[in-house]
């Protein structure tokens, strides 16, 4: 066990699968407090019980990231729990991928209410915790390489993604005066459950050419990503090492989209 995030209330949404449990494991690891808040609750105890077995202290909470109060009430209680907040990651997400003449409203809005309001709320309120604290916090968001470069079959979740970017910048802006950071980072292709399912849904509309095995023959240091290859950047940007850093966006992708 490390020592880096001692005495740290972390909250991790979506932290019941993917990046988002490797990040609650990781920070745990590191002597954090953590909240592993997800819609699917049974998965998150699962999270939280292996980190609790390895000697580390984590609770499961069920939380929509789009529903404001139930984000009030899972940080009310890490708060109850653990005495405050420190670091907020806001990584759940989802997609739901359609041909670019194919996409409908009701696709558009649903994952960007996910994966664009659902950053909005978490900062928002994660801040407003910080504030009746009166403590400095963090924020760190889950962006993507998609936010850099839109993706036909992926473009909501592109432009989703780069609405997270400018939410990053806009909330590094908006709470500098208060001593709150926000930060994202932005994974290229992670071999998650995700991409599992994205697999299947590309097949099924028959561009199975744009899938997991394509886009990862892009990656300069030759294979995907898988979920610990985030975990160093995350607990850098949950830690006190990233103090003086602020509405920076971290590309962890083996070099796959440069700019």
């Given amino acids: 066990m490390g020592t880096r995030l001692e005495g740290k209330t972390i909250i991790v949404t979506g932290g019941a699968s993917g990046i988002g449990a490797a ?16 819609l699917d609750l ?8 292996a980190i ?9 909470v069920e939380m929509d990231v789009t529903d404001r109060a139930a984000v009030r009430a899972a940080i ?12 907020y990651f806001n990584n759940a997400g989802m997609n739901s991928p359609m041909r670019f003449l194919d996409i409908t409203e009701k696709n558009f809005e649903l994952v960007l209410k996910v994966n664009a309001l659902g950053v909005l709320i978490g900062t928002q309120e994660a801040a407003k915790q910080f504030l009746a604290q009166g403590s400095p916090g963090k924020v760190v968001n889950t962006a993507s390489i998609a936010g850099r470069t839109g993706f036909p079959n992926f473009a909501p979740y592109s432009a989703a993604k780069a609405a997270v970017i400018s939410l990053t910048q806009a909330g590094a802006r ?3 005066p208060d001593g709150i950071t926000v930060n994202a980072f932005a994974p290229g292709v992670v071999d998650t459950p995700l991409w599992t399912k994205l697999d299947v849904e590309l097949a099924e509309m028959g561009a199975a050419d744009s899938g997991f095995a394509s886009m990862a023959g892009d990656i300069l240091l030759g294979r995907p990503a898988v979920p610990d290859d985030i975990v160093p950047t995350a607990i850098f940007l949950a830690a006190s090492d990233s103090d003086y850093i602020t509405g920076q966006v971290i590309p962890i992708e083996g070099g796959m989209i440069l700019v």
Avoid at 24 to 36: D, L, Q, T
Avoid at 76 to 83: H, K, L, Q, S
Wanted: hydrophobic residues 60%; without cysteine; charged residues 25%.
């Fill in 174 to 176: 908006a709470l500098a």
């Fill in 23 to 38: 990040i609650a494991r990781g920070v745990a690891r590191e002597g954090a407090k953590v909240v592993i808040a997800d």
């Fill in 52 to 60: 609790a077995a390895a000697g580390g202290a984590a609770v499961a």
């Fill in 42 to 49: 049974a998965a998150g105890r699962r999270v939280a019980d």
């Fill in 76 to 87: 009310d209680m890490a708060v109850a729990r653990f005495g405050r907040l420190d670091v």
